[in-house]
């Protein structure tokens, strides 16, 4: 297999005494999609906040491109991007104006065309000049998406997606991802606590619980390990085992 | 340094400022109230026959330069402030964009605020009080270029404090400068102040810079000791408070404070 274009090795945050995330390691390799799982509280948002430098890791490394994060930010950070539902975006911009600053931030060249031509794709033309304030929560998202795939990134770490959203554009937006995803050749991270998306979207799972990985492999391999019917049992399983100590 | 980075930060305001007739209204409003205000005063002080050498360009000129001051420091903190309440640290910190070209868009924001407010205050002061700042203004301007830098100082000790504590902090943005007021000796001469406080307001590069502009504006003349104590206090003092901020935002990360300000 080709190099992991992440390398997550030994990851550990710890919040005074309490430990988020317990030395995890973990790899993504170019062009797959790997699916975090956990229940709420299980540190999948600590876990990418420190992938994206905004949070400083207890202990452990993360590599990507080959590069140290710790030490390589700059030149990590252009070529990666998020997005999530609980992100938002200045609420006085209109959505075109949002995304130019963010074209800006990347260096991107050519932004009108690199604005329009995202706005063409997520079918946002026609509310390019709405204030980011007056957006619904689809919108919403779809804007947080927008901003992260404009940016051509290789790696793309999606933080809850579709939580809150409803059916209809959950489809839309997994449906344009996976497409996006097999044409660009993007990698992903995508964390969710939504069984059947998971296993829709995942290459492979890696099942966080208290911060720990408590398993690994495609959502076949971790269903057959725990001799349960399908991942929802299997997580419920897990997610109801107290915590270890 | 990316420059194209502070641009698109800078951009960011500009949108919002642009469309938001009450942030514009905010930067003119209480200039333009303050120096009404101080106008009738100083010129009640004139009719009641106060002979105080110079009254008009004494507190007119004290008025414009302490906005200045305050316009400078709100440029640094108010602009992080929007950040905050419009959750977008996130976008910012995960984007290459580095902690020195954040400052640096932020000090370029507080520039252009003090040019547009400082602009807007000579034009009222000279078109209703006949008092033109502008034939003093080019020995004025080493002590503007020093209150700048001042303003910059306490804008960016204001933002560490607010990134570090949050939303409870946020009036800080208005206050803090105020703090630092009485020992600036905006309004009155250094000696009015007792001895104590005399030698605190050494040290601190605004006393100097007022100082210095009653010099200027009563005496004519051009007090070099005071530029240079200013300059090198200032240089001091940014220095300091610029480290200080790359700690404060390193502690940040590790608590986790970034990802949570503003909730
Ligand atoms: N900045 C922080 N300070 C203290 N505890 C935190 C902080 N951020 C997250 N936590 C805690 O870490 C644990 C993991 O949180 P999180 O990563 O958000 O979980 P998940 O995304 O899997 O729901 C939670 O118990 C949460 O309360
Ligand atoms: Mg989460």
């Known amino acids: 297999m080709s190099k992991p274009i992440l390398e997550v090795r030994n990851l550990t945050k710890k919040f005074g005494d309490f430990t988020a995330v317990d030395n995890i390691s973990f790899d993504i390799h170019e062009g797959e999609i790997l699916g975090l799982l956990g229940p709420n509280g299980a540190g999948k948002t600590t876990t990418i906040h420190m992938l994206l430098g905004l949070i400083a890791p207890s202990a452990g490394s993360i590599h990507m491109f080959g590069l140290d994060l710790a030490e390589h930010r700059e030149e990590i950070l252009q070529q990666v991007n998020f997005s999530s539902t609980y992100i938002s975006m200045p609420f006085s911009l209109t959505v075109e104006e949002n995304l130019k600053v963010i074209a800006r931030l990347y260096s991107l060249q050519n932004i009108q065309q690199r604005v329009d031509a995202i706005l063409e794709k997520l079918e946002m033309s026609d509310i390019r000049s709405k204030l980011t304030r007056k957006l619904s929560t689809g919108q919403m998202s779809r804007l947080t998406l927008a901003k992260a795939l404009m940016t051509e990134p290789k790696i793309l770490f999606l933080d809850e997606p579709t939580a809150s959203l409803d059916p209809d554009i959950v489809h839309k937006i997994k449906a344009f991802l996976k497409e996006y995803q097999r044409n660009a050749g993007l990698s992903i991270l995508y964390t969710s606590h939504n069984m059947r998306e998971m296993e829709e979207m995942s290459n492979r799972i890696v099942f966080l619980q208290h911060g720990h990985i408590v398993a690994e492999g495609t959502a076949d391999q971790i269903v057959q390990r725990y001799g349960q019917r399908d991942l929802e049992e299997v997580f419920l399983k897990l997610a109801r085992e107290p915590k270890a100590q | ?263």
């Not at chain 2, 938001?20 to 010129?43: C, H, K, N, Q």
């Not at chain 2, 402030?81 to 959750?87: A, D, F, I, N, Y």
């Not at chain 2, 700048?148 to 409870?168: A, C, D, E, H, N």
């Not at chain 2, 090198?232 to 940014?238: E, S």
Request: aromatic share 16%; charged share 10%.
């Open chain 2, 1 to 263: 340094m990316n420059v194209g980075r502070i641009g698109g930060l800078l951009s960011r305001h500009l949108y919002l400022y642009q469309r938001s007739f009450a942030r514009m209204l905010e930067i003119f409003y209480w200039p333009l109230l303050d120096l009404v205000v101080w106008g009738f005063i100083t010129m009640y002080l004139q009719d009641a026959g106060v002979s105080l050498h110079g009254a008009v360009a004494f507190f007119l000129g004290a008025l414009i330069l302490w906005d200045v001051l305050f316009r400078a420091q709100q440029g640094v903190a108010v602009s992080f402030l929007e950040e905050m309440w419009s959750r977008n640290l996130m976008n910012l910190f995960a984007s290459p964009l580095t902690v020195g070209e954040y400052l640096a868009s932020t000090m370029i924001m507080s520039i252009l605020k003090v040019t547009a407010v400082a602009s807007l205050m000579m034009v009222f002061a000279w078109v209703f009080y006949s008092y033109d700042m502008l034939k003093v203004g080019v020995s004025l301007l080493p002590f503007i270029i020093n209150l700048v830098v001042s303003g910059w100082i306490i804008g960016v000790l204001t933002t560490s404090i607010i990134m570090r504590f949050g939303q409870q902090a946020e009036v800080l943005a208005w206050g803090m400068v105020f703090l630092f007021q009485p020992i600036s000796c905006v309004f009155y001469p250094l000696e009015v102040l007792p001895p104590i406080l005399q030698s605190i307001a050494w040290m601190v590069p605004p006393a100097h810079i007022f100082e210095g502009m009653r010099a200027v504006l009563i005496e004519g003349v051009i007090p070099v000791t005071h530029i240079v104590w200013a300059t090198g206090l200032n240089l001091f003092f940014f220095v300091v408070i610029v480290a200080w901020f790359y700690h404060t935002f390193n502690i940040c990360k590790e608590k986790g404070m970034l990802v949570r300000v503003g909730e």
